[in-house]
């Protein structure tokens, strides 16, 4: 595997299930995202994790819980979702302070929450 | 704060025609700049950079220049082909912090 992987590519959830979002950088990078893109409606940056240690949390409903337990992994758990949850889910990755700070993206998750 | 405005979409060309997305940025610092494309049921991949004032991204035929001055990233291709039909994403990041902040996004349409 290259680059950066996510699974599932697409998920149908109800709004009572639990579900995670997997996410996997194989760059070396030191850092992690997650971003929410909705139909008309421009990028959101969710959560940015830094050598594991999360810095930033883009005031997030709780029920979206990312956990990040090493360089390489990001994991993005879900729990009663709504609809308007329904969206494609990003992961990038990016190494910074050593970096020319581009990001790179995994293919994305499709998730409809019904 | 930092932004990013750029031209609203869609943009529908012919085969070989010329194509300019506009994208102008607010921003306190030095950031740099970045074009990223995202074809249809993929992510968003990094398709030319700037790092400083004057300097000109390139890759696959298309162009970028950074202009201080004017505080904009164009981006520019001669002849465009059907496969560039997607969306660009004009994207800023400032040398501090681990936000990049991104433009709406211009979807492209060319046709045959």
């Known amino acids: 595997e290259t680059g950066v992987t996510q699974t599932p590519r697409h998920l149908v959830m109800g709004m009572t299930n639990k579900k995670s979002l997997k996410c996997e950088q194989h760059?070396?990078?030191?850092?992690m995202y997650w971003y929410k893109q909705s139909a008309k409606k421009p990028l959101e940056l969710m959560f940015v994790y830094s050598l594991e240690e999360r810095v930033e949390n883009n005031s997030v409903p709780s029920r979206f819980s990312p956990e990040c337990p090493n360089s390489s992994h990001l994991f993005l758990h879900l729990h009663t979702l709504q609809p308007e949850d329904s969206a494609l889910y990003l992961c990038?990755?990016?190494?910074?302070?050593?970096?020319?700070?581009?990001?790179?993206f995994g293919p994305g998750t499709r998730l409809t929450v019904t | 704060g930092n932004s990013v405005t750029q031209m609203e979409g869609p943009v529908t060309l012919s085969e070989e025609a010329f194509l300019t997305i506009n994208c102008t940025y607010t921003?306190?610092?030095?950031?740099?700049l970045f074009w990223y494309v995202q074809y249809p049921g993929e992510g968003l991949q990094l398709l030319l950079k700037a790092t400083k004032a004057d300097d000109k991204g390139s890759n696959k035929g298309f162009e970028a220049t950074y202009r201080k001055e004017t505080t904009s990233f164009h981006l520019e291709k001669g002849s465009v082909q059907v496969s560039d039909s997607a969306v660009y994403f004009c994207?800023?990041?400032?040398?501090?912090?681990?936000?990049?902040?991104f433009g709406a996004g211009t979807r492209l349409f060319v046709k045959a």
């Open positions: 921003a306190t610092g030095y950031p740099s």
């Open positions: 760059l070396g990078h030191n850092a």
């Open positions: 990038a990755s990016s190494q910074e302070l050593q970096g020319g700070y581009e990001q790179y």
């Open positions: 994207a800023l990041k400032d040398t501090g912090g681990f936000k990049t902040i």
